[in-house]
């Protein structure tokens, strides 16, 4: 479940250090039918953080989440999310963030967290992201439902979200957690013709310019695991049918 991103960091007096361990997963989409499916390996986890990138549920009903938050409930790690598009279905996630706050679950939205880890200071910032497009593959914001016209200006104005809130952070090792792409890389699978609808560009802008060393998304349930930025920075699609397990772990 493990895969390398940078070499081992070195304190003050030289002495190396062990990496940070992130375990990271999107897309559960919690229904009756993978209720507790998830929990056996979330009770054995021996990372240092879980990163959930939104999706949790199937279709944004409460009872969804009651059964998200019997799955994570008490795990061994902090945890921190974003919500997805699926989340806010029936207009009901911020029902959904405050259950998973109440759960001792770090929600972003256009925020960040900064957790010790083994005495160092790991930054997160979040924001669920949206579409509008990449270069070669643009969107349409101006055509569409409503909801497709709503994602599309949404994937810029959350790109702009999470470099503030990358900003905001003072530790050396900043991870983004979204849930849609911030590249078209993690892409690769899914038809192109859909590109646009699930990502944004100016979200991998946003993880170069805010010094990210790992960003997380979800949402490509056909796409590919591994990708990087224009800037070099590892990104990875974490949505559990790109995985086929329960997560992934990366060490930086």
């Known amino acids: 479940m493990c895969g390398w991103l940078t070499a081992m960091f070195h304190a003050a007096d030289g002495t190396a250090t062990a990496p940070i361990r992130i375990a990271a997963v999107a897309d ?45 409930a008490r795990l061994p790690v902090p945890v921190v999310a974003v919500l997805g598009n699926h989340d806010h279905d029936r207009r009901l996630g911020y029902r959904i963030a ?10 972003l939205d256009g925020d960040a967290i900064t957790l010790d ?23 349409r914001p101006d055509e569409g439902s409503a909801e497709h016209r709503r994602r599309m200006r949404r994937g810029p104005l959350d790109a702009l979200r999470l470099r ?8 050396e090792t900043r991870i983004a957690l979204m849930h849609f792409a911030p590249i078209v890389d993690t892409l690769v699978g899914e038809p192109p013709k859909i590109y646009p609808g699930l990502g944004c560009h100016d979200l991998g802008e946003a993880v170069d310019a805010g010094g990210a060393v790992l960003a997380i998304h979800g949402h490509a349930h056909g796409g590919t695991e591994f990708g990087r930025t224009a800037g070099g920075v590892p990104v990875r699609n ?4 790109v995985l086929g397990r329960t997560y992934a772990v990366y060490e930086v």
């Open 28 to 72: 559960l989409h919690m229904r009756d039918a993978v209720a507790g499916r998830f929990r056996p390996d979330l009770l054995r986890i021996t990372a240092d953080v879980l990163l959930l990138g939104g999706d949790l549920t199937e279709g944004g009903a409460l009872y969804e989440a009651d059964l998200l938050c019997a799955e994570i």
């Open 98 to 107: 405050a259950m998973l706050t109440d759960l001792g679950v770090y929600l």
């Open 117 to 139: 880890v083994r005495g160092r200071r790991l930054g997160i910032a979040g924001v669920m992201g949206g579409s509008g497009g990449f270069p070669g593959y643009p969107g």
């Open 164 to 171: 503030h809130a990358l900003d905001s952070l003072e530790c």
């Open 238 to 241: 974490v949505s559990f049918p």
